[in-house]
């Protein structure tokens, strides 16, 4: 028995809907990476002569961190007509969650230290910020990352093989599904 037309329609639109959000994302992702690109002069001669610390990791972390993800998101998320195996399916789909809440990580760190200056706060209230910034996020990282990690890799079907999406997110489908 084939696919009723409610189930056809419903698809369709689907499809409407990712093709639309590929048509968002990419350019997007391109403009980034364009940015990244010809901003390396202006990065190599403020960025690299400064000496603290912790300002060029957020700095690197953010930057490059943001790369790595529109890098392993491509081959993942959008018509590549790979052929990847499961295993690799969900590697890749930990490494996307590793590389999207380390740099969410960074960005709450950099936003808690913009904080604290604005409000010129103590070490004291500064320390307070600091876990109120970075605990939570990295409590759900690990949370996520360990959901995640526990679902096993399922094969991917034949409507996503032909339609050039070659990886299967079982944690996308939704809950109670």
């Known amino acids: 028995m084939g ?35 010809f901003s390396m002069d202006d990065e190599v001669s403020d960025v690299m002569r400064r000496d603290g610390k912790t300002g060029k990791l957020l700095f690197f972390v953010l930057k490059y961190g943001t790369i790595f993800y529109i890098a392993s998101r491509l081959p993942a998320d959008y018509r590549t007509y790979f052929v990847i195996s499961r295993e690799t399916c969900k590697v890749l789909g930990l490494m996307n969650i590793v590389l999207l809440r380390l740099t969410a990580l960074a960005s709450d760190v950099a936003i808690g230290l913009c904080v604290s200056v604005l409000l010129d706060l103590r070490r004291r209230y500064l320390a307070g910020i600091m876990l109120l910034c970075s605990v939570p996020p990295t409590v759900y990282f690990f949370v996520q990352f360990i ?29 109670g599904k």
């Open 3 to 37: 696919p009723s037309t409610d189930e056809i329609e419903a698809l369709s639109h689907a499809v409407a809907a990712w093709r639309l959000q590929e048509y968002i994302a990419l350019p997007l992702y391109t403009l980034y990476i364009h940015f990244c690109l």
């Open 147 to 175: 959901a995640h990690a526990r679902i096993p890799a399922e094969p991917i079907t034949d409507l996503r093989c032909r339609a050039g999406l070659p990886m299967l997110y079982p944690f996308k489908r939704g809950l």
